[in-house]
Nanobody
């Protein structure tokens, strides 16, 4: 059984910060350090969109233009966790944020696993 459990969402004012965390467990993620991990988000009435991804080793990252410069994705392969630090939050960042486990070690791998999501609400 594979589990991705997010935490850290909540209500924050414009300009504030939040740190989302995701804990991975299960047989697949016994080799957590071999998988690309990422974050996606879905706002009401919109499609789920890519936010950020981090390579298996943590040495390379990718960001959506909408969060670049305001967010930092990181991972701890000793704890099987991946985090997303979000700063200078805007109302348009309001969404359910999903942790994503890719199917391999390349950024071109598909997303194979999803967390249940955590709500982030940014008030104006």
């Amino acid at each position: 059984q594979v589990q991705l459990v997010e935490s850290g969402g909540g209500l924050v004012q414009t300009g504030g910060s939040l740190r989302l965390s995701c804990a991975a467990s299960g047989r697949t993620f016994s080799t957590f350090s071999t998988y690309v991990m990422g974050w996606f988000r879905q706002a009401p009435g919109k499609e789920r969109e890519f936010v950020a991804a981090i390579s298996a080793s943590g040495g390379s990252t990718k960001y959506a233009d909408s969060v670049k410069g305001r967010s930092t994705i990181s991972r701890d392969n000793t704890k099987n966790t991946v985090s997303l630090q979000m700063n200078s939050l805007k109302p348009e960042d309001t969404a359910v944020y999903y942790c994503a486990g890719y199917s391999g070690s390349l950024f071109t791998s598909r997303v194979a696993y999803w967390g249940q999501g955590t709500q982030v609400t940014v008030s104006s």
